[in-house]
């Protein structure tokens, strides 16, 4: 397998780029000791922000992760021509088929998925071209369901013996959440398959306005035809060094207090921490160009779409707390590699024994040991590369000669043209 790797290393000072359930920055122990730590989750939503937002100029970033999807295809079913009854209906069946509904809020489904403009456009397409019967069923349904039930999970919902889910009708006795599920599936499974996936199945990509999503992937329970499996990787942003979370105490003036009163108007407590991470991140650049993921794009598009993606990963940053504890930095060294063959292989084990802070902090000694490791790699296990240059913060450069080896140091736009000349 091909495949596309960056390894970079920056610096973040006072921030809380990534919290857990008690508001603390996420931590981890590695070789020992506690780590600063930010959850690939978090960093991958700055990059699809920026990409689909700042970088994106051909339209292929447009996926949205989201649990009001259903408004989007009621909206296409309505340009289409259908009646607003029956496209709400359809829409709350489309909810359901791929997320289960959820009752307690109208419109929304229980779990969050992953589509474009275009899968809108397919689904609405698909509902809008059923049988008139099998429209009516699902607008029956909708209406018969029990909709208390639906807060229930289906597996414990026991179906009543002998009663046949499609000859509900309002007014009757209502659909267990089951029956409603199945009923659902039923009309809606084999044109939903066909439309994604082609006639024979597993023949048809994704929509051009999908990038993101052949890249991140897509998880659907319900219906495994429209899974996508992430071409992209990432690992959790570790410290190269040991990092303790701190506490900044703060108060806050109130500006309509009288001048004799004393005090402030507020105080509270925030955590923080500062760090030097390695971040890691790889591409299968055989998956991306693949029948499931970007087949219909020509080469052009797909190495646009890479760019993006590479641009996006080295200049994103989670967005916590942006406007007290700004965290916004770029790398101080990233390095690209291309591999033909094998899988992507991070460079994390050059930091199992913690950094220890020097007069030139902690970046200098990260690079030199991440590239020291890179090329043990290369000689220990036999690993090779047919790519693998080096952007470096210019003041550094003389500091990390010695240690670069082998690898060659460019612009950022050298190496970007450099990676996407290998994308298939």
Known sequence: MKHLELHIIQSVPVACLNRDDLNSPKTAIFGGVQRARVSSQSWKRAIREMAGKELDNSGHFKGKRSRLFVEKIFSSLITLGESEVTANALSLCAGHYLAKLDPKQEGKVK???????MEYKIFAD????LKEEDKQKLVDAISSVDKEKLAKDEDNDEDVEGE????????????????????????????????????????????KDA?????????????????????????????????????????????????????????GTLEFNSANYYRFAALNLDML????????????????????????????????????????????????????????????NAFEAPVRPSISGFAVESINRMNTEFADIQNTWGVD??????????????QIKKDLGSIETCSFSELLDGMVDYVI
């Open 111 to 117: 779990t969050l998925v992953f589509l474009s403009p």
């Open 126 to 129: 698909v509902l809008f071209s």
């Open 164 to 207: 046949e889910p499609e000859k509900a009708k309002k007014g009757e006795k209502k659909l267990t959440a089951k029956q409603f599920g199945k009923l659902v599936a039923k009309i809606l499974k084999t044109p939903v398959e066909k439309a994604f996936k082609g006639e024979k199945k597993e023949t048809k990509s994704l929509p």
């Open 211 to 267: 990038a993101d999503i052949a890249l991140f992937g897509r998880m659907v329970a319900n219906d495994h035809s429209l899974t996508v499996e992430a071409s992209s990787m990432f690992s959790h942003a570790l410290s190269t060094h040991k990092a303790d979370n701190e506490i900044d105490f703060f108060s806050a003036v109130d500006d309509l207090q009288p001048k004799d009163e004393s005090g402030a108007g507020m105080t």
């Open 289 to 348: 160009a693949d029948k499931d993921h970007l087949g219909a794009m020509t080469r052009e598009e797909r190495q646009s779409v890479v760019r993006t993606f590479v641009e996006a990963t080295v200049k994103a940053i989670p967005t916590a707390r942006k406007n007290s504890m700004n965290g916004n930095t770029l790398p101080i060294y990233m390095m690209g590699v291309i591999r033909e063959k094998g899988h992507p292989i991070q460079l994390v």
């Open 385 to 398: 590369s047919v790519f693998a240059k080096a952007v470096v913060k210019n003041s550094l450069k003389e």
